[in-house]
C-alpha cells in the first residue's frame, strides 16, 4: 500500500511564488511506488482545497480554478489524521503524513504545523517549537549563543522605539543590517550603510513585522549547510554564496543576477569539518527534525559566526539544499523520501 501524503502549497506569505515552484518539485520526484502525492493548494487569501488538476499548472499559478478545486480542512481533535472534503465536510479520507513546502509566515513559523499536530497528522521536517523558533531570528540568536557558537551583535526594537533605535545602531556601527525579526527569503531587508539610511529601512521591515532585528555586518562570506534526521544525522555538503554586490536579497536568491553558489564551497577540508560540526549543534539545539538549511559566516580569520536557520528552504531540483545533499551522494528523489520516512516512522 502506498502512503498518501498531503503536500501543501501556495499560501498568505509573501512567498507564495516561490512556494509554487518548490511544491511542483516535490510532488513531481516524489517515488510513485512508495507515496502517492494528495496536492492540497492554499490561496493568498487562506482558503483550503484539494487540487484534483494538472501538477504544471501549479508553477504557473493556474492552479486555482473551481472544476480542479475542493474545499478542504482538517480534522481536529481525536487524532484521526483525516482532511474532510466538501462544503459540508461530509466526505473525509486519511493521509499518512502531509509535507509543508510553504514558505515563510503562516507555513514555516509553527502554524500550520501545530493545526496538523491537532489533527494528528505526521509533519515532514520540524515541529511546531522548532519552526517557531527558528522564524524568530532573536530567539534563535540567543539559544544559539548559549550553547557556545557565535553569533552577530545585534538588538531588537519595536515601533515607537525608533529614536533609542537610531542611537543604538550608532553604537553598533555601520555597515550594519535591518531586519523583520520573523521573516523570510530575505524580504524586508536592507543594508544601511550610513544614518540617514536608517528611516527608509526601518519603515520597509516594519511591514513584514512589528519587532525589528539591528544587525551588526560580518566580514567574509555565507555559507550554508543541509542537514536532515531525526537522531542521526545526515548532513550535506556545505555551499557557499559569492557576492559581487550588495547582499543575498530575495532577487539575488531566486535569480542570481549578480551572484553565484559553489557546491561544495571553496574552503579547506577543516573549515568544511568545522562547519558541519557547528550546522549539527545549531539544528540539535533549535530543536529541528527532518531537515533544515543552517546558514552561518565564514569570516577571512576562520571564525564561524550563525546566521540562520531555514526550516522549509527551496525545495526545487535546482535549490540550495537539494545541491547540497546531490554533492553528498543523496539524489533529489532520495532526499523526498528520506523527509518523507522521518516523519511517517518517526
Known sequence: MRKKIAVLFGGCSPEYSVSLQSAWAVLTHMDRNQYEPVPV??????????????????????????DACVPVTAALGGGSALLLLGESGAETFRVDAAFPVLH???????????LLALAGIPVVGCGVLASALC??????????????????????????????????????????????????SSY???????????????????QYDC?????????????????????VLTVGEPDEIELS?????????????????HVPARITAEETRRIKETAQTVYRVLGCS????????????????????????????HSR???MMKAAGVSFEDVISRAIALAVEG
Open 41 to 66: 493548494g492554499i490561496s493568498p487569501k487562506g482558503e483550503w482545497f484539494l487540487y484534483t488538476g494538472d501538477l504544471d499548472r501549479i508553477p504557473k499559478d493556474r492552479w486555482l480554478h473551481e
Open 135 to 184: 522564524m524568530d531570528k532573536d530567539r534563535a540568536h540567543r539559544l544559539v549563543r548559549d550553547a557556545g557558537v557565535e553569533v552577530p551583535r545585534s538588538f531588537v526594537f519595536r515601533m515607537g522605539e525608533e529614536d533609542e533605535a537610531i542611537r543604538q545602531a550608532e553604537e553598533l556601527g555601520f555597515p550594519l543590517f535591518v531586519k523583520p525579526v520573523g521573516a523570510g
Open 104 to 114: 515563510g509566515r503562516n507555513g514555516e513559523d509553527g502554524t500550520v504545523q501545530g
Open 290 to 317: 527532518g531537515f533544515a538549511r543552517v546558514d552561518v559566516f565564514l569570516e577571512p580569520g576562520g571564525r564561524i559566526v550563525f546566521n540562520e536557520v531555514n526550516t522549509i528552504p527551496g525545495f526545487t531540483a
Open 211 to 231: 519587532q525589528i532585528l539591528v544587525e551588526a555586518c560580518i566580514p567574509g562570506f555565507e555559507v550554508g549547510c543541509a542537514v536532515m534526521g531525526n537522531q
Open 321 to 323: 539544499f537539494p545541491n
Open 245 to 261: 554586490q550588495g547582499f543575498f536579497d530575495f532577487n539575488e536568491k531566486y535569480t542570481l543576477q549578480t551572484s553565484a553558489i
Open 188 to 206: 524586508g531587508i536592507t543594508r544601511v550603510e550610513k544614518r540617514d539610511q536608517l528611516p527608509n529601512a526601518v519603515r520597509l521591515a516594519f
